[in-house]
C-alpha cells in the first residue's frame, strides 16, 4: 500500500471544509480533481471513506477514524515546521556576542533595542572585550558575533565591513595643537600621548609609527580608547584615536587628522561556517547603517 500525499491532503481538506467544492477551494484545483483523488485513495486503502448523496460526501466511521491520524500526522509536519522556524530564527537558543567598547553604544545597543527589544524568546550574552580577545572566542565558535576594528584575519565572508576612517589626534580646544591641520610623531614628543592598549592594532600601527622618531614621547598612557577620549577632553593629553571612539564617548574634543595616515576599520566576524540567523544578519546591516549615517 503506497499512498501519495496529494491523496491526504485532498482527504484532509474535504473532512475540513465539508465536502468537495469547498475542498477544491483550498486546494486550488477543480472539483473533479479532488473527486479522483479521494476515489484513489479509497481504492489503495479499501475503504468506503465517504457515502455519496446527491452532491454531498458523508464521512464513513472509518473516515473519521482514519482522520485523527492524518491529523496526528500534520500535528507532526507543524512541529517540524516550527522546529525549523526556531533554528532560522535561533530561538531559545543563547547568542554570545562580543563587542569593542567604542561600538556598545550608542550602535550595538540600539541596533539590539531595534531588533531584539520585543523578543524575550532570544537570550542574550553581550560581553565587552578588546578585539584580538573578540578573535579568539570567534574562531572557537564561543561567540555567534563579534564586533572588532582592525584588519580581519578570516576571509570576507566571514568579515563584514561596519566602517572605515582614518586615526585622529583629540585635544581640547585651546590646547597649542588644536589649531594644526594635522599632527604627526614629531609634534608629541613633548606630550603626554594617550595610546590605545597594547592589543590595539592601531597601537601597533602607532609604535611603528613612533618608532622612526629619534626620540620617544617623554609621557605616555595606556587605556582603551573609549578611556583616551575622555582623558582628553579632560586635558591629560593628547589622544589618538578614531571618530567612531570619539562619538560613541560623545567627548567634547578637536580632532585633528594624523600622519602617516592609520586606518581603523570596524568589523562584523561570524565563526567560520556559521549558519545565517537573520535576526544577527538584521542587527549587523543595522550598525552598518547607523555608523555610515553617523559619518556622514
Not at 145 to 168: C, E, T
Given at each position: 500500500m503506497k499512498l501519495k500525499p496529494r491523496q491526504v491532503e485532498a482527504f484532509r481538506a474535504v473532512m475540513m471544509a465539508g465536502g468537495i467544492t469547498a475542498a477544491a477551494e483550498a486546494m486550488n484545483v477543480t472539483q473533479p480533481a479532488v473527486s479522483r483523488l479521494i476515489r484513489d485513495l479509497e481504492d489503495i486503502v479499501q475503504i468506503t471513506l465517504f457515502e455519496r448523496a446527491g452532491a454531498r460526501l458523508i464521512p464513513t466511521a472509518e473516515a473519521t477514524q482514519l482522520y485523527r491520524e492524518?491529523?496526528?500526522?500534520?500535528?507532526?509536519?507543524?512541529?517540524?515546521?516550527?522546529?525549523?522556524?526556531?533554528?532560522?530564527?535561533?530561538?531559545?537558543?543563547?547568542?554570545?556576542?562580543?563587542?569593542?567598547?567604542?561600538?556598545?553604544?550608542?550602535?550595538l545597543h540600539q541596533a539590539i533595542l531595534e531588533t531584539m527589544g520585543t523578543r524575550p524568546d532570544i537570550p542574550l550574552v553581550i560581553d565587552v572585550?578588546?578585539?584580538?580577545?573578540?578573535?579568539?572566542?570567534?574562531?572557537?565558535n564561543?561567540?555567534?558575533?563579534?564586533?572588532?576594528?582592525?584588519?580581519?584575519?578570516?576571509?570576507?565572508?566571514?568579515?563584514?565591513?561596519?566602517?572605515?576612517?582614518?586615526?585622529?589626534a583629540a585635544v581640547t580646544a585651546n590646547h597649542p595643537l588644536a589649531s594644526r591641520t594635522r599632527v604627526s610623531p614629531g609634534d608629541l614628543l613633548d606630550e603626554r600621548v594617550l595610546i590605545p592598549g597594547r592589543n590595539s592594532p592601531l597601537r601597533l600601527a602607532l609604535d611603528r609609527a613612533f618608532s622612526i622618531e629619534d626620540h620617544q614621547p617623554i609621557s605616555t598612557m595606556e587605556t582603551s580608547m573609549l578611556n583616551c577620549c575622555h582623558f582628553a577632553s579632560a586635558g591629560m593629553g593628547v589622544g589618538i584615536v578614531d571618530h567612531t571612539s570619539l562619538r560613541s564617548a560623545g567627548a567634547g574634543v578637536v580632532a585633528i587628522p594624523f600622519e602617516p595616515k592609520i586606518e581603523v576599520a570596524y568589523y562584523a566576524i561570524r565563526p567560520i561556517g556559521a549558519q545565517r540567523i537573520a535576526v544577527l544578519d538584521e542587527l549587523i546591516e543595522r550598525i552598518r547603517q547607523s555608523m555610515n549615517a553617523a559619518a556622514a
Open positions: 492524518v491529523e496526528r500526522l500534520y500535528l507532526g509536519l507543524d512541529q517540524i515546521a516550527q522546529a525549523a522556524d526556531d533554528i532560522r530564527l535561533h530561538k531559545n537558543t543563547v547568542l554570545r556576542i562580543g563587542s569593542v567598547t567604542s561600538l556598545v553604544r550608542p550602535y572585550e578588546n578585539s584580538r580577545h573578540i578573535w579568539d572566542m570567534v574562531e572557537q564561543r561567540y555567534d558575533l563579534g564586533l572588532v576594528f582592525g584588519s580581519p584575519r578570516m576571509s570576507d565572508k566571514n568579515a563584514i565591513l561596519l566602517h572605515s576612517s582614518h586615526a585622529v
